[in-house]
Nanobody, 114 residues
Framework: QVQVLESGGGLVQAGGSLRLSCVVRGNTFSINNMGWYRQAPGKQRELVVSITKEGNTNYADYVKGRFTISRDNAENTISLQMNSLKPEDTAVYLC????????WGQGTQVTVSS
């Protein structure tokens, strides 16, 4: 059994910053890729960034240069530093962790006001 727990969302003005965190608990010995998706109202879920165990990253074009992901394999955590936030970044951000299956967190709301 694996639990994926996010924290750190909130309300921020455009141009501001937020930091999201995600911890995986439970049967964590087989965690492979981790990362973040987001879903805005009325839109499809989209990949924000992924990171492998080795630290290789894959960013969506719309966050390159603004968002930075980091990973601590010993603690089974990832963090997402989000800078220069825009109103279009408003969404529920969902952390995921791949073991023998894809495990999702509940999501954390990020709201960027103009």
């Amino acid at each position: 059994q694996v639990q994926v727990l996010e924290s750190g969302g909130g309300l921020v003005q455009a141009g501001g910053s937020l930091r999201l965190s995600c911890v995986v608990r439970g049967n964590t010995f087989s965690i492979n890729n981790m990362g973040w998706y987001r879903q805005a109202p009325g839109k499809q879920r989209e990949l924000v960034v992924s990171i492998t165990k080795e630290g290789n990253t894959n960013y969506a074009d719309y966050v390159k240069g603004r968002f930075t992901i980091s990973r601590d394999n010993a603690e089974n955590t990832i963090s997402l530093q989000m800078n220069s936030l825009k109103p279009e970044d408003t969404a529920v951000y969902l952390c995921y962790a791949v073991t023998y299956r894809l495990n999702w967190g509940q999501g954390t709301q990020v709201t960027v006001s103009s």
